[in-house]
């Protein structure tokens, strides 16, 4: 998945080059890319810009409005909030599923290792012992990604449970 923050120069000019490459490398699946909807001729304008063979299908999801949730898979969900810039603008989060760890002490108390683990961790449950038994709740990790805006709502929504923040912003010197 691409995520295009919005369409000043600083963050989009290196779209062309990040659509060739993956052109290029013939990505073996198709690519999804998202950004703010009022930029879909930007979009189409930094996708063509220069001339390269089409070899991976580039699926285009804009988003509009105040954003939401973009895609869920078994590994991740991918969000987006609205920002506050002068040109249409959004953060995105990625989000990992709550897992579980396990906890070697407990597996080898219970004589379970090797592939067993692997059955147990698939199954739920093996010869007895219960996933829960000998093993402990693992959040997801969280990301999140915030460029260029004042601290709005979208800003609060995607810091928070973030793991890791990226966010990039200008104070004045009263600030």
């Known amino acids: 998945r691409i995520c295009v923050t919005h369409f000043h120069g600083d963050h989009s000019l290196g779209l062309a080059g990040v659509i060739q490459r993956i052109n290029l490398d013939q990505v ?5 890319a998202h950004y703010p909807a009022s930029g879909q001729h930007f979009f189409d304008r930094l ?3 220069t001339a390269y063979r089409e070899t991976v ?3 285009r999801e804009p988003v509009a409005g105040d954003g939401g949730i973009l ?3 078994p590994a991740y969900t ?10 249409e603008s959004y953060g995105y989060g990625l989000t990992e599923p709550d897992t579980r760890r396990m906890l070697p002490a ?15 961790q698939r199954e739920g449950s093996l010869g007895g012992v219960t ?3 000998v ?11 915030v460029m260029d805006t004042r601290l709005c709502d979208g800003v609060y929504a995607l810091a928070e449970g973030s793991d890791m923040l990226v966010i990039e912003s200008t104070f004045l010197d009263e600030d």
């Open 47 to 49: 996708r063509y810009a």
């Open 28 to 32: 073996p699946h198709p690519v999804t």
């Open 106 to 120: 407990l597996l080898k108390e219970h004589g379970i290792a090797g592939p067993d683990v692997g059955r147990l």
């Open 71 to 73: 895609a869920t898979t």
């Open 78 to 87: 991918l969000d987006s909030h609205r920002l506050s810039h002068p040109v």
């Open 131 to 133: 996933l829960e038994q």
């Open 135 to 145: 093993s402990e709740h693992r959040r997801g990790q969280r990301f999140a990604f």
């Open 57 to 59: 299908e580039l699926d």
